[in-house]
């Protein structure tokens, strides 16, 4: 069964190792094959990569790109490592994205990798906030 891909206008979209960039109407593609496809909403460029969880989101990127646990392997658990050290709550995301890479599924591990991007935004946030919010109505309640 063929992937449908609609893509926006000048919208770009990797397909094995080839960019593919929209002209300047909505188009459709439909794409079979084994190729690793990626949309440009989910590349992240070197330069992109300002932050160990999106620096993991990166490897793994490479991973799934080149289809090569390998090459990036000792990198990423590098990366990992030091990640779950300064943050062990992330742990448990760490852990979904190790299974997903060692049952080959690297586009699952990507897309629990931008999990890990989510969460640590949360954690930023609640250092740079005290952990304190605006109470929600429960909290005002109880």
């Known amino acids: 069964m063929a992937l449908k891909v609609e893509l926006k206008p000048k919208e770009r979209l990797i ?3 080839c960019v593919i960039t929209n002209s300047d109407q909505r188009t459709r593609l439909y794409v079979s094959g084994r190729s690793p496809i990626l949309r440009e909403k989910d590349i992240m460029r070197v330069e992109e990569a300002s932050s160990p969880a999106k620096r993991v989101y990166f ?3 490479l ?3 080149d289809d ?3 090459k990036v392997q000792e990198e990423y658990f590098s990366l990992v490592n030091d990640l779950v050290k300064a943050a062990p709550s992330m742990t448990a995301i760490v852990d ?3 299974n997903e890479i060692l049952t080959g ?3 699952k591990a990507l897309k629990k990798a931008k999990k890990l991007i989510e969460y640590e935004r949360e954690l ?3 250092a740079t906030t005290g952990g ?3 109470p929600t109505d429960s909290q005002e309640n109880s």
């Open 105 to 107: 599924s690297l586009y």
């Open 59 to 61: 490897a793994v990127q």
């Open 124 to 126: 930023i946030g609640d």
């Open 68 to 70: 090569d646990v390998d």
């Open 132 to 134: 304190f919010g605006v």
């Open 96 to 98: 979904e994205i190790n």
């Open 63 to 65: 991973m799934y790109l």
């Open 15 to 17: 397909v094995g190792d």
